[in-house]
């Protein structure tokens, strides 16, 4: 079975995405979220025998040439078979491939694209010889450089996917390392994006577990979205909620097939990892992909960065996270009701906020993750978590929205129990100790997810009531 999510032509889809497929058909539309929502990307092939539409791809998008990148491992996969399929097909071919097994999404990596393609003789230059067409052969590092490689040439743009191991492929942002801090520039989304099932299902397992990892990891996500939405009064859209929500249940409802690499688990991931994309893409904003469980996972990227400390996979590091993140909203809940029965302590949360030292902790984040730490602690003076009247304001909104909150929670939030027994079953860690980090450090890293990004999430929601989670370690 092949999936076609193509705004230009008749897209194919079965039944379990049929709302997915209608809302791409649209191309941009009105949504009763106040915004104009369209998907960036204007061709995705999920299925077997996937590679074979590649000339057809690459026809529609008016190029005669293609500049192929690909590492070490994804040149193996799959490189080869793209170049021979095209060549074949008459396209004139550039190849680069990283010359070393583990490629970081930093500024040498993508200086090195950009010179092998744009910097040879005038009469050799790909963009002086013809349309030429980017292709990007692999799926989080490589597909994040070529965005912004794309993003700087203007060229067309396709993803050749060798793993369905995260959800940016869709997305108009790269996920980089600039001065040991990970942030998110903006690049550029595909013109199209390629997954052939006979491919995807030979991934490593990390990298099947890690899509597995930033899928579950919407559960919190859009969760979180809500209740910024909630507490601040943030930008929401329900259509993409559900959206995201739809691919996500697909994805659970498939996942015990992901251990014996079954074509339709495999293809359910890999189509969720692309819905996300275009999800936030409909947003404008990471929130219906991200919540505090990626910033668990930035925060051990960071520590690995400067201090070498072990990181696994973004879409592993997620997972766990996301079990993290379950396992502290359901003690936060609990410790409120054995605290002050059925409400939060509010006087006693602006006691706590009374004798907050906000230079103190922004100290405590640069010595803990290094360069990058010191950055965001710079940063925090211009933090409307820590400012009073602000923070007056958000405990006003929970305390009139506590009940909706909590209701919220347990309505949408699956028990940390049954997502780390999903994650389990499957093969992927759910603890820190797991992937070589202490789980007693939790608490700290929970601190300081909240100051990532300016983003409401749950470690703002228990810095707002004053309450430090106890976490199980």
Known sequence: MKTVLNPGLNPVMDSGCMRAAELIQKGRFACACGRDHGANVKEVIIGRDALSALPGVLGRLGAARAYIVSDRNTERA?????????????????RFVFDRGFVEPDEPAVGAAVLNMCGGPASEDPLAAGKTAVVAVGSGVINDICKILAHMTGAPFVTVATAPSMDGFCSSTSSVLRGGLKVSVGSRCPDAVVGDTEILCAAPENSILAGLGDMIAKYVALFEWKLGHIVTGEYYCELTVNLMREALEKVVSNAAGLKNREPEAIEAVMEGLVISGIAMDYAGISRPASGI????????????????????????????????????YEKLFAQIAKMNGSKPDYERARRVHEVFDVHEHAKKIAARLGPGGEIIAEDLKNRRLYDRADTEERLRKIAANYELIKAEAEKTLPSAHRVADMLRDAGAPVRPSEIGLPDEEIPVDFVMTRDIRDKY?????????????????
């Open 78 to 94: 799959a490189g080869g078979r793209v170049a021979a399929i095209l060549d074949a097909a008459g396209f004139r071919l550039d």
């Open 293 to 328: 469980e990626h910033y668990f996972s930035h925060i051990w990227d960071m520590r690995g960065v400067s201090f070498g400390t072990p990181v696994a996979l973004h879409g592993i590091q997620c997972g766990i996270g996301t079990v993290l993140a379950l396992e502290g």
């Open 457 to 473: 999430i749950l470690s703002s929601f228990a810095y707002d009531l004053g309450i430090n989670i106890d976490f199980d370690i």
